[in-house]
């Protein structure tokens, strides 16, 4: 009984989190007072460890709806709610799948994806544009061409949506050999849809190109090939 209660309590909050975070573009989580923005986020991120660390409970796991929870948690993780907040829920997501045994081969991949679009992706382009560390952005640029590379065009879109392409086009300016190969196959990735194109030009990337293709260096033919396909 005090499992079920538990986990109805922890229920309402999650559905709290939901419907704050999927408001209507005109009334969304940004623009709620700061005050209320940071209460709901407390109480959500509160509501997840809690749920994280009950689940190592069978008791607990057999008592609540795992449907109704990961429904939840997928919703709050494709909504405007806060992406620091989001570091929790995919964490909580993954585990109460385990657990629950809910997570099957396809539900491993799509949970799995969901996770990359509206957590990593974010968190990673958030890196490469907040970090004052080289090295961290660094990391986060090689990173997400790992991610990028598995050829996954949801990624490539989670990237751009994010704001993406300024930073990467950055890089190309700043970055050691590692980073500057990276970016580039990132951008080329990006050039393939046309919409890029204009934020691609936009953010510099034409200079740059023609910069790393008059040096003749190793990148000379991949800076070529991007050059190649922006409408120039």
């Known amino acids: 009984m005090t499992a079920t209660s538990t986990g109805s309590v922890i229920e309402a909050i999650l559905e709290i989190g939901v419907?704050?975070?999927?408001?209507?573009?005109?009334?969304?989580?940004?623009?709620?007072?700061?005050?209320?923005?940071e209460e709901?986020?407390?109480?959500?991120?509160?509501?997840?460890?809690l749920l994280t660390k009950l689940l190592n409970f069978d008791i607990f796991t057999r008592s609540i709806n795992s449907e109704k929870f990961t429904?939840?948690?997928?919703?709050?993780?494709?909504?405007?709610?806060?992406?620091?907040?989001?570091?929790?829920?995919?964490?909580c997501l993954v585990k109460l799948e385990s657990r629950a045994g809910l997570s099957g081969d396809h539900g491993v991949s799509c949970v799995d994806m969901e996770i990359i679009i509206y957590q990593t992706i974010p968190s990673l382009v958030e890196q490469m544009l907040t970090s004052f560390s080289f090295e961290n952005k660094r990391s986060a640029v090689i990173e997400l061409n790992k991610i990028i590379?598995?050829?996954?065009?949801?990624?490539?879109?989670?990237?751009?949506?994010?704001?993406?392409?300024?930073?990467?086009?950055?890089?190309?300016?700043?970055?050691?050999?590692?980073?500057?190969?990276?970016a580039l196959a990132i951008l080329y990735n990006l050039s393939m849809d046309p919409e890029n194109h204009p934020a691609i030009i936009a953010a510099g990337a034409v200079p740059l190109l023609?910069?790393?293709?008059?040096?003749?260096?190793?990148?000379?033919?991949?800076?070529?090939?991007?050059l190649r396909t922006l409408p120039v």
């Open 210 to 226: 023609k910069r790393i293709i008059f040096a003749k260096g190793p990148h000379g033919t991949k800076a070529l090939q991007l």
């Open 19 to 37: 419907i704050h975070g999927t408001r209507a573009d005109s009334e969304d989580f940004d623009n709620l007072p700061s005050v209320v923005t």
């Open 40 to 49: 709901v986020s407390q109480a959500v991120s509160a509501a997840v460890t």
């Open 71 to 91: 429904s939840l948690l997928r919703r709050m993780l494709k909504s405007s709610f806060p992406l620091q907040s989001k570091n929790w829920l995919a964490a």
């Open 149 to 182: 590379s598995s050829g996954v065009l949801e990624y490539t879109r989670a990237t751009a949506d994010s704001g993406g392409i300024f930073p990467l086009v950055k890089m190309l300016e700043e970055g050691d050999e590692d980073a500057l190969e990276a």
